[in-house]
T-cell receptor, first 118, second 111 residues
Framework: GAVVSQHPSRVICKSGTSVKIECRSLDFQATTMFWYRQFPKQSLMLMATSNEGSKATYEQGVEKDKFLINHASLTLSTLTVTSAHPEDSSFYIC??????????????FGEGSWLTVV | DAKTTQPPSMDCAEGRAANLPCNHSTISGNEYVYWYRQIHSQGPQYIIHGLKNNETNEMASLIITEDRKSSTLILPHATLRDTAVYYCIVRVEPGGFKTIFGAGTRLFVKA
C-alpha cells in the first residue's frame, strides 16, 4: 500500500528554537497533505491542510505564524514549529491523500513525530 | 459536517470476532465511511472504507446499514495486536480530503 514517511520520528529542542518536521509520500504524489497534533490520551486534532504550490489552510485556533507549513513538491510537506515552547510538546502526524480507482480518497498517515521542547 | 458516535471502549476475547459500532446519522449521500486504527505511539492505520455496500478486505469487514446511518467494523478473529483505538470517520468534504477524528473506540483484546 501507499507509504507516508515522517522525519524525524523523535526530536528534542530547546525552548525558543525552531524545529522542522518533514512528511513525504514515498510512492505516490499528493497534492494535499494534512498536519495533526495529538496530546496524550486524546484524539488527533487537525491543524492545517497543506496544498502543493499554495498557502496552507489553517484550522480555527491554530497560529499560522507559529506553525509554518510548506508544500513545495508533490511528495513533500514540512511543518516548522517556530519559537517552540514546552506546551508545543506533542505528537505531530501528517497524512496524504491518494485517489483510488474505485472512487473515494484513501488517506495514509505517517508514523508521527514526537516533539519535546525543554 | 457529519459526526460519528462510537462507544469509548470495548473488550474482546482473543480469537473471537470484534464488532465495533459507529453511528453517523447525519451522513450525506456521497460521503464515505472510513475506519482507521491507532496503536499506541504510532500514526493511524487505514483499515477499510465504503459508501453503500458492505466491504471486506484482508484486515476487516465493513457492514453499512441500508439507511447508511450506522456501520459496524468487524475484525473476524481478534488478536492481541489488534488492541488499539479505532476511529470511524465520515469524510467531511464531499470530493475533498479533510479528515476529522472523533474520540474513537479503545478496543482491548484479552487473552
Amino acid at each position: 500500500g501507499a507509504v507516508v514517511s515522517q522525519h524525524p520520528s523523535r526530536v528534542i529542542c530547546k525552548s525558543g528554537t525552531s524545529v522542522k518536521i518533514e512528511c513525504r509520500s514515498l510512492d505516490f504524489q499528493a497534492t494535499t497533505m494534512f498536519w495533526y497534533r495529538q496530546f496524550p490520551k486524546q484524539s488527533l486534532m487537525l491543524m492545517a491542510t497543506s496544498n502543493e504550490g499554495s498557502k496552507a489552510t489553517y484550522e480555527q485556533g491554530v497560529e499560522k505564524d507559529k506553525f509554518l507549513i510548506n508544500h513545495a513538491s508533490l511528495t513533500l510537506s514540512t511543518l516548522t514549529v517556530t519559537s517552540a515552547h514546552p506546551e508545543d510538546s506533542s505528537f505531530y502526524i501528517c497524512s496524504a491523500s491518494q485517489t483510488g480507482q474505485g472512487g473515494g480518497n484513501t488517506i495514509y498517515f505517517g508514523e508521527g513525530s514526537w516533539l519535546t521542547v525543554v | 459536517d457529519a459526526k460519528t458516535t462510537q462507544p469509548p471502549s470495548m473488550d474482546c476475547a482473543e480469537g473471537r470476532a470484534a464488532n465495533l459500532p459507529c453511528n453517523h446519522s447525519t451522513i450525506s449521500g456521497n460521503e464515505y465511511v472510513y475506519w482507521y486504527r491507532q496503536i499506541h505511539s504510532q500514526g493511524p492505520q487505514y483499515i477499510i472504507h465504503g459508501l453503500k455496500n458492505n466491504e471486506t478486505n484482508e484486515m476487516a469487514s465493513l457492514i453499512i446499514t441500508e439507511d447508511r446511518k450506522s456501520s459496524t467494523l468487524i475484525l473476524p478473529h481478534a488478536t492481541l495486536r489488534d488492541t488499539a483505538v479505532y476511529y470511524c470517520i465520515v469524510r467531511v468534504e464531499p470530493g475533498g480530503f479533510k479528515t476529522i477524528f472523533g474520540a474513537g473506540t479503545r478496543l482491548f483484546v484479552k487473552a
